[in-house]
């Protein structure tokens, strides 16, 4: 007679925490999904602009970041390119001199076409280990997007821009030579900082 009582005791101890788990379940905040429309595509501006890529790379990063409390570790290919916008230079000419201004490169990091070029290893949820949320694709282009800029860093500190700046010299200083008047001794290429 008293292992009945237990048995009943743990048998409704267990439905009324099976019911608590799917009124909660069933009650919780669900974030609905984005109802996505495009609209006509239009054109603003035309405008043409002359870059000079002077390194290209190709990379493998592996992507580890949170938005929100939703973690996602993932593999990414990245191609890219160093490039410098020659609509931005400016010359200087003195009697015997030609001094080149170069702007700033710019980092061009998008993500590779390949197939299997991006692959999320592992995914959860830091604030609901059951039935966790799930990144939504703007989390996740975000989390692309912060490791695209810490890529940047990376190769920066491996010495990209050195190399980039280098080939620059030498693609621009035979260029310069062909337009500039035969009294020019010195070519200075300078690069902005």
Same mark, same amino acid.
């Given at each position: ?57 190709? &990379? ?18 990245? &191609? ?114």
């Amino acid at each position: 007679m008293k292992i009945r009582w237990i048995r009943s005791i743990l048998v409704a101890l267990l439905l009324l925490v099976a019911g608590g788990y799917i009124y909660w379940f069933m009650t919780r905040p669900v974030e609905e999904e984005p109802i996505y429309s495009t609209k006509p595509a239009s054109l603003k501006e035309i405008k043409e602009m002359a870059r000079l890529a002077t390194l290209d790379f190709h &990379e493998e990063i592996a992507v580890k970041d949170q938005v929100d409390g939703k973690w996602i570790v993932a593999r990414m290919t990245v &191609e890219g390119s160093v490039k410098y916008d020659l609509d931005s230079l400016s010359l200087v000419q003195r009697p015997d001199t030609l001094i080149l201004n170069v702007p700033a490169e710019r980092f061009e990091i998008l993500e590779s076409t390949a197939p299997s070029s991006y692959e999320v290893l592992d995914t959860w949820d830091s604030e609901r280990p059951v039935f966790g949320r799930k990144l939504t694709a703007a989390e996740e282009n975000a989390v692309k997007k912060r490791a695209a800029s810490r890529l940047e860093n990376t190769l920066r500190s491996r010495g990209y821009v050195n190399r980039a700046r280098e080939n620059a010299r030498s693609v621009l200083t035979p260029l310069l030579r062909r337009l500039a008047p035969d009294s020019l001794t010195v070519i200075d290429i300078r690069f902005a900082n």
